[in-house]
T-cell receptor, first 114, second 110 residues
Framework: DAGITQSPRYKITETGRQVTLMCHQT?????MFWYRQDLGHGLRLIYY???????DKGEVPDGYVVSRSKTENFPLTLESATRSQTSVYFC?????????????FGEGSRLTVL | KNQVEQSPQSLIILEGKNCTLQ??????????LRWYKQDTGRGPVSLTI?????NTKSNGRYTATLDADTKQSSLHITASQLSDSASYIC?????????FGDGTTLTVKP
């Protein structure tokens, strides 16, 4: 009963470095999402994907890149990390779009950019 | 711009007591409203999902209400337990996009 898993759970990096956060789900859900959670902002959508090879920008996509070559994986890459990207990142999946489906979240990846 | 506002920001209650958390949303067009529980250091877990046509939805000791006319929702927790200590997040969605509130931090004390 793995569900949705994120790795790494904790990461410390330096400004300018590339970082990739991994997300894997075992339910074969069509939709996958990346959110960041910061104090005072709630959860904000970075990118989402409706299916393999289909991705779209969310509310705060700048500085992030995603890909989805397989249904079960949805990695998030920070190509050149900045201090403002220090945050907790959550991956989520849903069988349907958020219009009617339940969102299942991973445990989060806490990223610190020095 | 879609907005979701939650109140209070934080709340402390004694074990066994009831409490109600509020969520006001400005989401258009509105599809549904969700409540999540987020334990410290964990991901959010869905408690209830309500469409615009539903007035109430229960999940054990958690009962959510929705008033689509006033654009308000509440989450009522009955007979609170220490394990209810968490952040409770409201989410209003439209056309596949979710807008999350900042959450209410609930602390249940023995």
């Amino acid at each position: 009963d793995a569900g949705i898993t994120q790795s790494p759970r904790y990461k410390i990096t330096e400004t300018g470095r590339q970082v990739t956060l991994m997300c894997h789900q075992t339910w074969s859900h069509s939709y996958m999402f990346w959110y960041r959670q910061d104090l005072g902002h709630g959860l904000r959508l970075i990118y989402y994907s409706a299916a393999a090879d289909i991705t779209d920008k969310g509310e705060v996509p700048d500085g992030y890149v995603v890909s989805r070559s397989k249904t079960e994986n949805f990695p998030l890459t920070l190509e050149s990390a900045t201090r403002s990207q220090t945050s907790v990142y959550f991956c989520a999946s849903s069988e349907w779009s958020t219009v009617s489906g339940e969102l299942f979240f991973g445990e989060g990846s806490r990223l610190t950019v020095l | 711009k879609n907005q979701v506002e939650q109140s209070p920001q934080s709340l402390i209650i004694l074990e066994g007591k009831n409490c109600t958390l509020q969520c006001n949303y400005t989401v258009s067009p509105f599809s549904n409203l969700r409540w999540y529980k987020q334990d410290t250091g964990r991901g959010p877990v869905s408690l209830t999902i309500m469409t615009f046509s539903e007035n109430t939805k229960s999940n054990g000791r958690y009962t959510a209400t929705l008033d689509a006319d006033t654009k308000q929702s509440s989450l009522h927790i009955t007979a609170s337990q220490l394990s209810d200590s968490a952040s409770y997040i409201c989410d209003g969605s439209n056309a596949g996009k979710s807008t999350f509130g900042d959450g209410t931090t609930l602390t249940v004390k023995p």
